[in-house]
C-alpha cells in the first residue's frame, strides 16, 4: 500500500529536530594521545604549562649582540666586534657577551646572556683573520629575538572545550608539552543500507540491479565528519529483516541511518517499521532532491531515513547529516561550510521547491563559472562531477543567466586545466587519457551529447566540444546547426569521420539488418539521450522510414520497443546488448570491436570540436588540438579501431562563427 507524503516540513523545522535530538547522545570522555587525537572534539580546556616560548631565541641566523655596541652602525661606518663563539639551537650558552663582543647564533637557538639583539648575518661581514665581526647597520633594541613567554604564557588558555582537533591545534598541544587529551569518543553511527535492487560492488548484477554506492558514500562522510560507522549489512525490501536489524542497529549505535525504502511506494519499508518501533516525526522535507527523507526515534536513538537515489542521499548527507554529527560531538565552532561566490552559466528554470542544484565550476576572465548538471535525484553523472551545490529559495521559477551565485561546495574545489564536454567519443577518450599521462594536465570530461555540449561551449562552461550534429536539410554536419542556432565567437575544428550502426549481438540472431527491423515486435531497441547527435540521426532514419511506409513519425516512434530507453554513451548501448536487456542499438562502429558485437553499418559522419575563439590559444586547448593532428597518434587510433578516418584537415580551423 502506498503512502501519500501528507505533510512536507521545510529544511530549517528537520534541522531544529535534529539539534534537539542530539542531545539525547552522550559520549564518554576518553584520554587519548595525540597521534589518535585528529578530527576529535576536546571535552576540556587545557592550559599552557610552560611559558612558550620557554627561553629567550633568535629567530634569525645571526649574530648576538649588545645594542649600545652596534648603535650607529653603517656601511660607511661599521662597527668591529670580537667573536667569542657560537650558539646552535638545542645547545645553552655557556658564555656571556661581554661590551664589544658578539657571539654566532642559529635561528631558534637561545640567546646567550648580556646580548639583547640578533643582528642579521647579511648586515655584517666577517674576518676570519681578526676573528672580528663587522656590523654595517644599526637595528633597534630586542631586534630578531622572540622572548620567553611572548607566544603563550604558562597557565594561559590554549585550547577551549570542545574545538575540533585539526593538525593545526595537536601541533600546538605538542609544542606546549601535551602527549594526551581528553575527548568525546567518537559517535557510532550504524549504517543500513535497503534495496532488493541492490549488489555488492564486484559481484555479478542480473537484469534490474544495480551496484550499491550510497553505502560507501554514507561510510566515508561518516569518517571524515568524526563518526565512527558500523555498517550493518545490504538487504532487500522486507519488514521483518529491517526490523531485526534496526532492533540491533539501535542496541550497539547511538544513531542510526538508512539509505533507501524511504519513499511513498508499495515497496519502501523504512518508514513504516519505524513507525511500528517508535515515533516517526517527519516524513518528507521540502527540497529537491532529498524530499522522501525521514527522521524517527527507536528506543531514544534518532533514526534518519535517506533517500535510495545517489544524488539526494548526497545532498541530505550534506544539509541533516552532518550538522547533527558536530551537534551530537559537541563541536562548539563546526568548520563553516565552504562556498564561493560564481556567474550563473544557463538560466534555471524550478518548480518554486526549495531547490540544490549541482554545478560543475571552471575559471572564466578570472571569475568562477557555475554549469548546472543533471537535477535528476538518480542522476549518477553529477554526483560524479558536481563541485557543489546552488541552493534556490523556495518559490523561486527563475534564476537569469549571469546572476552571481553562492556554490557551497562538497569537496575541495579542483579547477581543470581542461573542459570537455560534448558527445561520446574513443578518440577523444584516448586524447584525453594521453594528455592526462604525458603532459600532467587535470582533464575532466563530460559525455552528454552533442546538444550538451554546444550548449556549454556557448555558455563559456567548458574549453572544448565534440559534436556532429546533422542538418537533415542540408546533408551536412555542424556548421549548418551553428548558423541556424547563430552561436558567435565560436570556432569549428576539423575533427574525423566515424561510422555509425546497429550493434547486435555475435551472429544477428534476430535477423537484423536495418531500422526498418525495429518496427518488428520481437525487435528490443536501446536509445541514445535526446540532444545527441546519435539521437538525431536515427531521428533522421525515422524520419525517412516513415516516409516509405507512410506513417507519421510518431507512429513509427510508437511502433519502437524502447525508443523512449536512453543511455548516455556507446558503450552503454554495448552493455545493454550483451546483458540481454536489448537486441540492438545505434552506435559507433569501434564499439562493436571492443565489445565484441556485430555491427551492421548504417552512415558515416563528422565529429568536430567546438573550440572559444578567445581560448585557441590556452596551453590545454593547444596541447588537444596538437595531439589530434599527431600523425603517429592517427596512425595508433586506425590501427586499434576500425570505423575512424582522418583527414588532411583534421585539427584545423574550418569555419568561425
Same mark, same amino acid.
Given at each position: 500500500?502506498?503512502?501519500?507524503?501528507?505533510?512536507?516540513?521545510?529544511?530549517?523545522?528537520?534541522?531544529?529536530?535534529?539539534?534537539?535530538?542530539?542531545?539525547?547522545?552522550?559520549?564518554?570522555?576518553?584520554?587519548?594521545?595525540?597521534?589518535?587525537?585528529?578530527?576529535?572534539?576536546?571535552?576540556?580546556?587545557?592550559?599552557?604549562?610552560?611559558?612558550?616560548?620557554?627561553?629567550?631565541?633568535?629567530?634569525?641566523?645571526?649574530?648576538?649582540?649588545?645594542?649600545?655596541?652596534?648603535?650607529?652602525?653603517?656601511?660607511?661606518?661599521?662597527?668591529?666586534?670580537?667573536?667569542?663563539?657560537?650558539?646552535?639551537?638545542?645547545?645553552?650558552?655557556?658564555?656571556?657577551?661581554?661590551?664589544?663582543?658578539?657571539?654566532?647564533?642559529?635561528?631558534?637557538?637561545?640567546?646567550?646572556?648580556?646580548?639583547?639583539?640578533?643582528?642579521?648575518?647579511?648586515?655584517?661581514?666577517?674576518?676570519?683573520?681578526?676573528?672580528?665581526?663587522?656590523?654595517?647597520?644599526?637595528?633597534?633594541?630586542?631586534?630578531?629575538?622572540?622572548?620567553?613567554?611572548?607566544?603563550?604564557?604558562?597557565?594561559?588558555?590554549?585550547?577551549?572545550?570542545?574545538?575540533?582537533?585539526?593538525?593545526?591545534?595537536?601541533?600546538?598541544?605538542?609544542?606546549?608539552?601535551?602527549?594526551?587529551?581528553?575527548?568525546?569518543?567518537?559517535?557510532?553511527?550504524?549504517?543500513?543500507? *535497503?534495496? %532488493?535492487?541492490?549488489?555488492?560492488?564486484? /559481484?555479478? @548484477?542480473?537484469? $534490474?540491479? !544495480?551496484? &550499491?554506492?550510497?553505502?560507501?558514500?554514507? *561510510?566515508? %562522510?561518516?569518517?571524515?565528519?568524526?563518526? /565512527?560507522? @558500523?555498517?550493518? $549489512?545490504? !538487504?532487500? &525490501?522486507?519488514?521483518?529483516?529491517?526490523?531485526?536489524?534496526?532492533?540491533?542497529?539501535?542496541?550497539?549505535?547511538?544513531?542510526?541511518?538508512?539509505?533507501?525504502?524511504?519513499?511513498?511506494?508499495?515497496?519502501?519499508?523504512?518508514?513504516?517499521?519505524?513507525?511500528?518501533?517508535?515515533?516517526?516525526?517527519?516524513?518528507?522535507?521540502?527540497?529537491?532532491?532529498?524530499?522522501?527523507?525521514?527522521?524517527?526515534?527507536?528506543?531514544?536513538?534518532?533514526?534518519?531515513?535517506?533517500?535510495?537515489?545517489?544524488?539526494?542521499?548526497?545532498?541530505?548527507?550534506?544539509?541533516?547529516?552532518?550538522?547533527?554529527?558536530?551537534?551530537?560531538?559537541?563541536?562548539?565552532?563546526?568548520?563553516?561550510?565552504?562556498?564561493?561566490?560564481?556567474?550563473?552559466?544557463?538560466?534555471?528554470?524550478?518548480?518554486?521547491?526549495?531547490?540544490?542544484?549541482?554545478?560543475?565550476?571552471?575559471?572564466?576572465?578570472?571569475?568562477?563559472?557555475?554549469?548546472?548538471?543533471?537535477?535528476?535525484?538518480?542522476?549518477?553523472?553529477?554526483?560524479?562531477?558536481?563541485?557543489?551545490?546552488?541552493?534556490?529559495?523556495?518559490?523561486?521559477?527563475?534564476?537569469?543567466?549571469?546572476?552571481?551565485?553562492?556554490?557551497?561546495?562538497?569537496?575541495?574545489?579542483?579547477?581543470?586545466?581542461?573542459?570537455?564536454?560534448?558527445?561520446?567519443?574513443?578518440?577523444?577518450?584516448?586524447?584525453?587519457?594521453?594528455?592526462?599521462?604525458?603532459?600532467?594536465?587535470?582533464?575532466?570530461?563530460?559525455?552528454?551529447?552533442?546538444?550538451?555540449?554546444?550548449?556549454?561551449?556557448?555558455?563559456?562552461?567548458?574549453?572544448?566540444?565534440?559534436?556532429?550534429?546533422?542538418?537533415?536539410?542540408?546533408?551536412?554536419?555542424?556548421?549548418?546547426?551553428?548558423?541556424?542556432?547563430?552561436?558567435?565567437?565560436?570556432?569549428?575544428?576539423?575533427?574525423?569521420?566515424?561510422?555509425?550502426?546497429?550493434?547486435?549481438?555475435?551472429?544477428?540472431?534476430?535477423?537484423?539488418?536495418?531500422?526498418?527491423?525495429?518496427?518488428?515486435?520481437?525487435?528490443?531497441?536501446?536509445?541514445?539521450?535526446?540532444?545527441?547527435?546519435?539521437?538525431?540521426?536515427?531521428?533522421?532514419?525515422?524520419?525517412?522510414?516513415?516516409?516509405?511506409?507512410?506513417?507519421?513519425?510518431?507512429?513509427?516512434?510508437?511502433?519502437?520497443?524502447?525508443?523512449?530507453?536512453?543511455?548516455?554513451?556507446?558503450?552503454?548501448?554495448?552493455?545493454?546488448?550483451?546483458?540481454?536487456?536489448?537486441?540492438?542499438?545505434?552506435?559507433?562502429?569501434?564499439?562493436?570491436?571492443?565489445?565484441?558485437?556485430?555491427?551492421?553499418?548504417?552512415?558515416?559522419?563528422?565529429?568536430?570540436?567546438?573550440?572559444?575563439?578567445?581560448?585557441?590559444?590556452?596551453?590545454?586547448?593547444?596541447?588537444?588540438?596538437?595531439?589530434?593532428?599527431?600523425?603517429?597518434?592517427?596512425?595508433?587510433?586506425?590501427?586499434?579501431?576500425?570505423?575512424?578516418?582522418?583527414?588532411?584537415?583534421?585539427?584545423?580551423?574550418?569555419?568561425?562563427?
Amino acid at each position: 500500500m502506498r503512502k501519500i507524503f501528507r505533510k512536507l516540513v521545510e529544511l530549517e523545522e528537520a534541522l531544529d529536530l535534529l539539534k534537539s535530538l542530539a542531545h539525547h547522545v552522550k559520549l564518554d570522555v576518553i584520554e587519548v594521545p595525540l597521534e589518535q587525537a585528529l578530527n576529535m572534539v576536546l571535552a576540556e580546556d587545557v592550559v599552557c604549562m610552560v611559558d612558550l616560548p620557554p627561553f629567550d631565541r633568535a629567530t634569525m641566523d645571526g649574530y648576538a649582540v649588545r645594542y649600545e655596541d652596534i648603535e650607529g652602525a653603517s656601511e660607511e661606518s661599521p662597527r668591529p666586534l670580537k667573536i667569542i663563539g657560537s650558539i646552535e639551537a638545542g645547545e645553552w650558552p655557556r658564555r656571556e657577551v661581554e661590551k664589544g663582543t658578539a657571539m654566532e647564533i642559529s635561528t631558534g637557538a637561545p640567546l646567550p646572556y648580556g646580548a639583547d639583539t640578533v643582528v642579521p648575518v647579511e648586515l655584517s661581514h666577517r674576518d676570519e683573520a681578526k676573528n672580528l665581526v663587522y656590523i654595517t647597520k644599526a637595528l633597534r633594541r630586542g631586534a630578531y629575538i622572540q622572548y620567553s613567554g611572548s607566544d603563550l604564557a604558562r597557565g594561559e588558555l590554549l585550547l577551549p572545550k570542545g574545538i575540533l582537533l585539526g593538525p593545526r591545534e595537536i601541533a600546538s598541544l605538542a609544542l606546549a608539552g601535551v602527549r594526551k587529551v581528553k575527548v568525546y569518543r567518537r559517535p557510532v553511527v550504524a549504517v543500513i543500507t *535497503i534495496g %532488493s535492487e541492490l549488489k555488492e560492488p564486484g /559481484e555479478r @548484477l542480473e537484469l $534490474g540491479q !544495480i551496484y &550499491d554506492g550510497n553505502t560507501y558514500g554514507i *561510510i566515508s %562522510s561518516l569518517k571524515e565528519w568524526g563518526a /565512527e560507522p @558500523l555498517f550493518m $549489512g545490504l !538487504i532487500p &525490501d522486507d519488514e521483518l529483516i529491517l526490523e531485526d536489524l534496526l532492533r540491533e542497529a539501535i542496541s550497539r549505535a547511538d544513531v542510526v541511518l538508512t539509505s533507501g525504502g524511504t519513499s511513498a511506494g508499495a515497496g519502501d519499508v523504512t518508514y513504516r517499521v519505524v513507525e511500528r518501533l517508535g515515533k516517526l516525526y517527519i516524513h518528507g522535507i521540502n527540497v529537491k532532491p532529498g524530499k522522501p527523507t525521514l527522521i524517527g526515534e527507536i528506543g531514544g536513538k534518532t533514526i534518519i531515513g535517506l533517500p535510495g537515489y545517489p544524488m539526494s542521499c548526497l545532498v541530505m548527507l550534506h544539509l541533516l547529516v552532518r550538522p547533527f554529527i558536530d551537534w551530537i560531538r559537541g563541536v562548539k565552532s563546526p568548520p563553516s561550510e565552504v562556498s564561493v561566490e560564481a556567474k550563473l552559466a544557463t538560466r534555471l528554470h524550478l518548480d518554486g521547491r526549495r531547490s540544490f542544484i549541482p554545478v560543475m565550476l571552471s575559471i572564466d576572465k578570472g571569475l568562477y563559472l557555475a554549469y548546472p548538471l543533471r537535477t535528476e535525484s538518480a542522476a549518477f553523472s553529477s554526483l560524479l562531477h558536481a563541485d557543489g551545490f546552488i541552493d534556490i529559495p523556495a518559490g523561486t521559477i527563475l534564476v537569469k543567466e549571469g546572476s552571481m551565485v553562492k556554490v557551497k561546495l562538497i569537496a575541495p574545489l579542483r579547477v581543470h586545466d581542461l573542459v570537455f564536454i560534448g558527445s561520446h567519443d574513443i578518440v577523444v577518450m584516448e586524447i584525453t587519457r594521453r594528455l592526462r599521462d604525458l603532459a600532467v594536465l587535470s582533464v575532466r570530461e563530460i559525455f552528454m551529447g552533442s546538444m550538451t555540449g554546444l550548449h556549454a561551449i556557448s555558455c563559456r562552461a567548458c574549453d572544448v566540444a565534440g559534436v556532429h550534429m546533422l542538418d537533415p536539410n542540408t546533408m551536412e554536419y555542424n556548421t549548418p546547426i551553428l548558423k541556424r542556432l547563430k552561436v558567435k565567437n565560436v570556432l569549428v575544428i576539423r575533427g574525423f569521420i566515424r561510422e555509425q550502426g546497429l550493434l547486435v549481438r555475435k551472429g544477428n540472431p534476430k535477423g537484423i539488418r536495418g531500422v526498418e527491423d525495429l518496427l518488428r515486435g520481437d525487435v528490443r531497441f536501446v536509445n541514445r539521450n535526446k540532444g545527441s547527435g546519435t539521437r538525431a540521426l536515427l531521428d533522421y532514419f525515422l524520419n525517412k522510414l516513415a516516409e516509405r511506409e507512410g506513417l507519421s513519425f510518431q507512429e513509427v516512434v510508437r511502433r519502437i520497443r524502447g525508443y523512449e530507453h536512453e543511455v548516455r554513451t556507446h558503450s552503454a548501448i554495448a552493455l545493454m546488448i550483451i546483458r540481454g536487456m536489448a537486441d540492438t542499438g545505434l552506435a559507433i562502429k569501434p564499439i562493436a570491436d571492443i565489445y565484441g558485437l556485430d555491427f551492421i553499418p548504417l552512415a558515416e559522419e563528422m565529429y568536430d570540436f567546438l573550440v572559444l575563439k578567445d581560448r585557441l590559444d590556452k596551453p590545454s586547448v593547444r596541447a588537444f588540438l596538437d595531439m589530434l593532428r599527431d600523425k603517429e597518434f592517427q596512425r595508433e587510433i586506425i590501427s586499434r579501431y576500425r570505423g575512424i578516418k582522418f583527414l588532411p584537415e583534421t585539427g584545423e580551423v574550418v569555419y568561425e562563427a
